[in-house]
């Protein structure tokens, strides 16, 4: 019968035949560590995506769309390729948006900035 060791320590495992891991612990730092870069990858976008999205939230107001430069948004530190999803209207202009917050290109350098009260459940 061949000895199985755990996968993150190498220690011997007793126990059942389909058994990777000796214990808890080992198995978490193992998956850890083999999470670890497609994590910290996903924690980085997602934090781009949040300043983005408060960038917008504090730029635009929730009763109405403003205009507002690119170079505004870029000097607060907006990242433009970054974003949650799009809304392309029926005249093919599309939103990007962060979350609630949305802009549109408008063209020399000027954006539209929008608030979907839709995409959240205010009570």
């Not at 497609?38 to 939230?57: A, D, E, Q």
């Not at 949305?102 to 929008?114: E, F, H, R, S, T």
């Amino acid at each position: 019968m061949e000895q199985k060791e755990c996968l993150h320590c190498g220690k011997e495992l007793l126990g059942r035949a389909d058994k990777k891991f000796c214990d808890k612990q080992c198995r978490n730092d193992y998956n850890n560590t083999q999470n670890g870069l497609s994590n910290n990858y996903i924690r980085k976008v997602n934090r781009i995506i949040k300043k983005n999205r408060n960038i917008l939230g504090d730029l635009c107001p929730k009763d109405k769309s403003i205009k507002v430069t690119q170079k505004e948004l870029a000097k607060q530190g907006f990242s433009f390729e970054y974003f949650t999803n799009t809304y392309t209207t029926k005249a093919e202009k599309t939103y990007y948006f962060c979350y609630e917050y949305g802009y549109l290109d408008l063209g020399n350098k000027y954006y539209a900035l929008v608030y979907n009260k839709s995409y959240v459940n205010e009570e």
